[in-house]
Nanobody, 123 residues
Framework: QVQLVESGGGLVQAGGSLRLSCAAS????????MGWFRQAPGKEREFVAA????????AYADSVKGRFTISRHNAENIVYLQMNSLKPEDTAVYYC????????????????WGQGTQVTVSS
C-alpha cells in the first residue's frame, strides 16, 4: 500500500510559478511510475505529466509542455511538479498518482492517488 500526500498548491498570478510535492509513505516510489493529473470544476480529470519508474522517461500533456517539469527525489521519496509560466487555465485540483505497472497517461491505470492540492491562477 502506498499513501500519497500532495502539497504546494495555492494562489498565484498568471506568469508565476509553483512547485507541487507528492510525498509517499508505505513503499518506495522508485518502484512505481508516477503521474500528475488535474481536474477543473465541471471537467474530466486530465493527464498532466508522467515519469517512468527508473526516471529515464517523462511525458507531458501538450498544454503544459515546456512549462511544467516532473521529477523525483528517490532518497526523500518525493515526486515534484515544477510549474512555470502559469496560466488561468491551469487552475484545477492537482493529484499525484502511482502506477505499479510503470507510467501511463490514463488515470484508470494508476493504483494509488493522493487527496489533491488546489492550484488557482489569477489573471
Amino acid at each position: 500500500q502506498v499513501q500519497l500526500v500532495e502539497s504546494g498548491g495555492g494562489l498565484v498570478q498568471a506568469g508565476g510559478s509553483l512547485r507541487l510535492s507528492c510525498a509517499a509513505s508505505g513503499r518506495t516510489l522508485s518502484n512505481y511510475g508516477m503521474g500528475w493529473f488535474r481536474q477543473a470544476p465541471g471537467k474530466e480529470r486530465e493527464f498532466v505529466a508522467a515519469l517512468s519508474s527508473n526516471g529515464g522517461f517523462t511525458a507531458y500533456a501538450d498544454s503544459v509542455k515546456g512549462r511544467f517539469t516532473i521529477s523525483r527525489h528517490n532518497a526523500e521519496n518525493i515526486v515534484y511538479l515544477q510549474m512555470n509560466s502559469l496560466k488561468p487555465e491551469d487552475t484545477a485540483v492537482y493529484y499525484c498518482a502511482a502506477d505499479r505497472a510503470d507510467w501511463d497517461t490514463r488515470a484508470s491505470q494508476y493504483d494509488y492517488w493522493g487527496q489533491g492540492t488546489q492550484v488557482t491562477v489569477s489573471s
